[in-house]
């Protein structure tokens, strides 16, 4: 198992990565309700000033702490420094809420070396909700451990998904909920990929799925999910990689129940 690097003031890596999160939560909380400039990188794609704020603070603080470590974040260009690490930020997951005043978002952060995936966080700043899970520790909501669901099969689950930025995949996605309707206990598109994956991680959710997420959503919201004693894959069942793609997220019978359906209906 890969030890955790300590920071150049001597804190653990989940410290420093909290501390980060909840300073730049300070900035989200600050400003929320503000009016905000807004730039469109797609139809439905946007990044406000207040995103780049919260990520100056992620990205500032860490490199403090880790000077030589890479960071590959949403709104900026990838810093390569000399060590094996990288963290992988988003600093506003759920822009589109956050902007339109929805109080429904979060700020993303993993630490990975090479394709593992070593910590992950998801804070939710107005409700000071700090989801945490470190590679073969397990996972946690404010320090208490947290479980998926125990539920059986789609039928009795609730599901979380989200569309995202590609047309084509967020109509197949409302396709195969409408298909699946009303073989389900009812669905929710949550406006956070990341918080749907913590979500899914401490049993609010018995099942998240999204067909194209990203690698600050992906590589932390894995960890999450199996570090709470479930399972993450993309649409085919595959193990997922640090990068982007799309995925599953549910406890091991609802998951293959899940997969079960998707192979049936034809969704990919």
């Known amino acids: 198992m890969t030890a955790l690097p300590l920071s150049q003031s001597g804190r653990s890596a989940l410290e420093v990565a909290a501390e980060a999160a909840r300073q730049a939560g300070e900035t989200l909380k600050t400003h929320f309700q503000e009016k905000t400039q807004v730039k469109y990188k797609g139809r439905a794609n946007i990044v406000t000033d207040t995103d780049l704020r ?5 990205k500032s603080f860490l490199l403090a702490e880790y000077p030589d470590h890479s960071i590959l974040s949403e709104e900026s ?6 060590s094996s690490y990288k963290w992988i930020l988003d600093p506003l997951d759920g822009t589109n809420n956050y902007s339109f005043g929805i109080p429904f978002f979060s700020i993303v952060i993993a630490l990975t070396e090479g394709k593992d995936v070593l910590l992950g966080i998801v804070y939710d700043p107005l409700r ?3 989801f945490s899970a470190q590679r073969r520790k397990g996972a946690t909501l404010n320090n208490s451990p947290i479980h998926v669901t125990r539920k059986k099969t789609v039928r009795e689950s609730l599901i979380g998904l989200d569309l995202g930025y590609v047309d084509e995949k967020g109509q197949k996605s409302l396709e195969f909920i409408t298909s699946l309707w009303p073989e389900m206990y009812a669905y929710r598109i949550m406006g956070s990929a990341a918080l749907g994956m913590a979500y899914a991680a401490c049993g609010r959710l018995d099942i998240y799925f999204h067909l194209l997420l990203y690698p600050w959503e992906l590589a932390c919201g894995q960890l999450l999910v199996t570090e709470a004693g479930g399972v993450a894959t993309d649409l085919d069942g595959k193990p997922l990689k640090v990068g982007q793609g799309s995925v599953i997220a549910s406890n091991k019978a609802v998951h293959a129940d899940f997969l079960r359906i998707l192979k049936e209906r034809n969704l990919g």
Do not use: F, V
Request: proline share 0%; glycine share 8%.
């Open 128 to 130: 000071d909700e700090m």
């Open 54 to 58: 919260s990520e100056e603070i992620l």
């Open 77 to 82: 260009q990838a810093i390569n420094g000399n």
